[in-house]
């Protein structure tokens, strides 16, 4: 037996009497049978830093790990205070809890701030026990404690570096997430946390990845299990009532961490997290369609003015057409009858049909000529968004409501964008035109796309003064129209509309059911045109 131990033992108590009061919970039933030796023993050699005070915290027992905790030796400290390990940084509050909890006869467990003899500092986990005596007094105190310095200093890193994690993360300009393999949100950002409110579309993140994986299809699988990443992947939003339409575009990274729960401690086990980047491409997007409507405006002017040129002439065309067509008839009445007195008139109806041939012939080869445009997979929803864009000043000065209603999952038609544009750019014009005319009430023009299987459909409704029921029919036919005499309207608008239908194998119609102005409705096969088949429009 040690010197210390020895001497602990002559002048103060009975270890085994320490032993019966500390824990008859923890040493077990049959721990009265076993040598005495063995507990000392145990106390003496336990890793863990071990020491007995009387009622005042003056030492009367340490053991080996104490001292090696601590730095001092059992000659060092025995008959010292335990405050001799105190570095005073401990709050004072502490210290009272701890006094208030032990005097209580209760255990108490806390952290203090201890010094060790060379006078570092270390942080000491430490839980002292009250003992009993047969009376039930305290008796003494056990005081059991581990230097945690280390761990301390790890832990705090780890946070330190979690929060400078989040603090570089949270001041990105971009929202970020981290998924895990069940789509559960792990870490995001503040900008993340704003697109929640933003976008109304619940969990952002999940919305987006189901937009990835239908955008992506097989390939998403592909890429997770490679841990590939992706970039640049983009996405329209549109607005719906006082939302604006935004535009993102998202990025991610896949990543394996180990797992460290306590499964995982001997049996190596990883999960996989996506980092997900979503930037809010608006204002870029916004430039570019800008500048993509600027060009737009310029080719739809210059192809309305060509238009204009066609229409002119093909209306003077039909014009001349019908005074020829009376000359001819005469013509050939006199020629019938053979009459010579009339051979002068004859002269000349035959000059006149000759020169008003040619001057149709002249104007056949003035009327300038519409290119065809290749067939491609065309959005419609993108199309009518433009066509509103374009005709955004006059809606404006028209005081039109416009309710637009895109169809989310609308899929793309094979055309022509342009002959499609020009489609229904004329369509929104001639509401725009209707509700012009309006003198009271609100002028509403209401947009829609829908589709199923097989069909795209477009509503394009306005409240304006319709068209009487009797005019619709003809209204498809060239050079009819219902407006006034004189206007800049040849009332070849809707035959080109229905030539460009059409060419899309689609149909047009005006809702005869509808009474509050015009409804028109197009719808267009999906498998209507080919790629492969048909290349131009
Ligand atoms: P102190 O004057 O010692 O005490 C400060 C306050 O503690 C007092 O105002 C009072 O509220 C309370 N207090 C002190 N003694 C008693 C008492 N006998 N009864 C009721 N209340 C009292 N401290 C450490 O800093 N590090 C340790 O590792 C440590 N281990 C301990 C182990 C044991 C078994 C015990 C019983 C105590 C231990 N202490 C330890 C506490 C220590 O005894 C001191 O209370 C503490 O260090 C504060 O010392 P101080 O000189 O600043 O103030």
Same mark, same amino acid.
């Given at each position: 037996?040690?010197?210390?131990?020895?001497?602990?033992?002559?002048?103060?108590?009975?270890?085994?009497?320490?032993? #019966?009061?500390?824990?008859?919970?923890?040493?077990?039933?049959?721990?009265?049978?076993?040598?005495?030796?063995?507990?000392?023993?145990?106390?003496? %050699?336990?890793?863990?830093?071990?020491?007995?005070?009387?009622?005042?915290?003056?030492?009367?027992?340490?053991?080996?790990?104490?001292?090696?905790?601590?730095?001092?030796?059992?000659?060092?400290?025995?008959?010292?205070?335990? =405050?001799?390990?105190?570095?005073?940084?401990?709050?004072?509050?502490?210290?009272?809890?701890?006094?208030?909890?032990?005097?209580?006869?209760?255990?108490?467990?806390?952290?203090?701030?201890?010094?060790?003899?060379?006078?570092?500092?270390?942080?000491?986990?430490?839980?002292?026990?009250?003992?009993?005596?047969?009376?039930?007094?305290?008796?003494?105190?056990?005081?059991?404690?581990?230097?945690?310095?280390?761990?301390?200093?790890?832990?705090? +890193?780890?946070?330190? %570096?979690?929060?400078?994690?989040?603090?570089?993360?949270?001041?990105?300009?971009?929202?970020?997430?981290?998924? #895990?393999? %069940?789509?559960?949100?792990?870490?995001?950002?503040?900008?993340?946390?704003?697109?929640?409110?933003?976008?109304?579309?619940?969990?952002?993140?999940?919305?987006?990845?189901?937009?990835?994986?239908?955008?992506?299809?097989?390939?998403?699988?592909?890429?997770?299990?490679?841990?590939?990443?992706?970039?640049?992947?983009?996405?329209?939003?549109?607005?719906?009532?006082?939302?604006?339409?935004?535009?993102?575009?998202?990025?991610? !990274?896949?990543?394996? /961490?180990?797992?460290?729960?306590?499964?995982?401690?001997? /049996? !190596?086990?990883?999960?996989?997290?996506?980092?997900?980047?979503?930037?809010?491409?608006?204002?870029?997007?916004?430039?570019?369609?800008?500048?993509?409507?600027?060009?737009?405006?310029?080719?739809?002017?210059?192809?309305?003015?060509?238009?204009?040129?066609? $229409?002119?002439?093909?209306?003077?065309?039909?014009?001349?057409?019908?005074?020829?067509?009376? *000359?001819?008839?005469?013509?050939?009445?006199?020629?019938?009858?053979?009459?010579?007195?009339?051979?002068?008139?004859?002269?000349?109806?035959?000059? *006149?049909?000759?020169?008003?041939? $040619?001057?149709?012939?002249?104007?056949?080869?003035?009327?300038?000529?519409?290119?065809?445009?290749?067939?491609?997979?065309?959005?419609?929803?993108?199309?009518?968004?433009?066509?509103?864009?374009?005709?955004?000043?006059?809606?404006?000065?028209?005081?039109?409501?416009?309710?637009?209603?895109?169809?989310? /999952?609308?899929?793309?038609?094979?055309?022509?964008?342009?002959?499609? +544009? *020009?489609?229904?750019?004329?369509?929104?014009?001639?509401?725009?035109?209707?509700?012009?005319?309006?003198?009271?009430?609100?002028?509403?023009?209401?947009?829609?796309? =829908?589709?199923?299987?097989?069909?795209?459909?477009?509503? *394009?409704?306005?409240?304006?003064?319709?068209?009487?029921?009797?005019?619709?029919?003809?209204?498809? $036919?060239?050079?009819?129209?219902?407006?006034?005499?004189?206007?800049?309207?040849?009332?070849?608008?809707?035959?080109?509309?229905? /030539?460009?239908?059409?060419?899309?194998?689609?149909?047009?119609?005006?809702?005869?059911?509808?009474?509050?102005?015009?409804?028109?409705?197009?719808?267009?096969?999906?498998?209507?045109?080919?790629?492969?088949?048909?290349?131009?429009?």
């Amino acid at each position: 037996m040690k010197k210390i131990s020895l001497r602990f033992l002559q002048t103060h108590t009975n270890l085994a009497d320490v032993m #019966d009061q500390l824990s008859p919970d923890l040493l077990g039933e049959g721990y009265n049978k076993m040598p005495f030796q063995l507990f000392v023993e145990a106390v003496e %050699q336990v890793p863990i830093a071990i020491s007995i005070t009387d009622k005042k915290a003056n030492i009367l027992y340490v053991n080996d790990a104490f001292s090696r905790v601590t730095g001092y030796s059992q000659e060092d400290i025995l008959g010292e205070n335990e =405050s001799i390990l105190s570095d005073k940084r401990t709050p004072r509050t502490v210290y009272y809890d701890l006094w208030h909890t032990i005097s209580a006869k209760k255990v108490w467990r806390g952290t203090l701030c201890n010094r060790h003899k060379s006078g570092q500092r270390y942080l000491s986990d430490l839980t002292i026990a009250p003992m009993l005596n047969a009376q039930g007094d305290i008796s003494h105190y056990i005081g059991m404690h581990r230097d945690i310095t280390q761990v301390y200093e790890s832990e705090k +890193r780890v946070i330190n %570096q979690k929060l400078l994690i989040e603090s570089v993360i949270n001041s990105s300009p971009i929202a970020m997430v981290v998924i #895990d393999d %069940q789509d559960r949100v792990i870490l995001d950002n503040h900008n993340y946390k704003a697109l929640v409110t933003d976008l109304d579309k619940g969990e952002p993140a999940s919305y987006f990845l189901q937009l990835l994986r239908l955008e992506m299809g097989d390939l998403w699988q592909q890429i997770q299990s490679q841990e590939q990443g992706f970039n640049n992947r983009e996405f329209k939003i549109e607005g719906k009532g006082t939302r604006k339409t935004r535009w993102f575009s998202c990025a991610g !990274n896949w990543f394996v /961490e180990n797992e460290v729960n306590a499964d995982a401690f001997f /049996e !190596n086990a990883s999960k996989q997290y996506l980092i997900l980047t979503i930037t809010d491409i608006t204002r870029q997007r916004r430039q570019m369609e800008a500048l993509h409507i600027q060009s737009l405006k310029t080719l739809m002017a210059e192809d309305e003015r060509v238009r204009g040129i066609r $229409e002119t002439l093909l209306g003077a065309m039909h014009q001349i057409q019908m005074p020829m067509n009376q *000359i001819r008839a005469a013509e050939q009445l006199l020629r019938h009858k053979g009459d010579e007195q009339h051979l002068g008139l004859l002269n000349s109806l035959q000059q *006149i049909q000759q020169s008003g041939e $040619e001057a149709i012939t002249t104007m056949q080869n003035c009327i300038p000529e519409i290119f065809q445009t290749a067939i491609i997979p065309v959005n419609i929803n993108q199309l009518l968004h433009e066509v509103l864009l374009l005709s955004e000043q006059r809606i404006l000065g028209s005081g039109i409501t416009v309710y637009w209603q895109p169809w989310a /999952e609308l899929p793309s038609l094979l055309g022509s964008e342009t002959r499609l +544009r *020009i489609l229904f750019k004329q369509l929104v014009d001639n509401a725009i035109d209707a509700l012009s005319a309006m003198d009271t009430g609100e002028r509403r023009l209401k947009i829609s796309t =829908s589709s199923d299987t097989d069909l795209v459909c477009v509503v *394009i409704e306005d409240n304006g003064p319709g068209i009487p029921l009797e005019k619709r029919a003809k209204v498809f $036919e060239p050079f009819y129209t219902t407006r006034p005499f004189g206007g800049n309207q040849s009332g070849m608008g809707l035959v080109m509309a229905k /030539e460009i239908i059409n060419q899309h194998k689609g149909f047009i119609d005006i809702d005869p059911d509808y009474q509050n102005g015009c409804r028109i409705k197009i719808s267009f096969p999906l498998q209507g045109l080919s790629a492969s088949g048909d290349h131009t429009c």
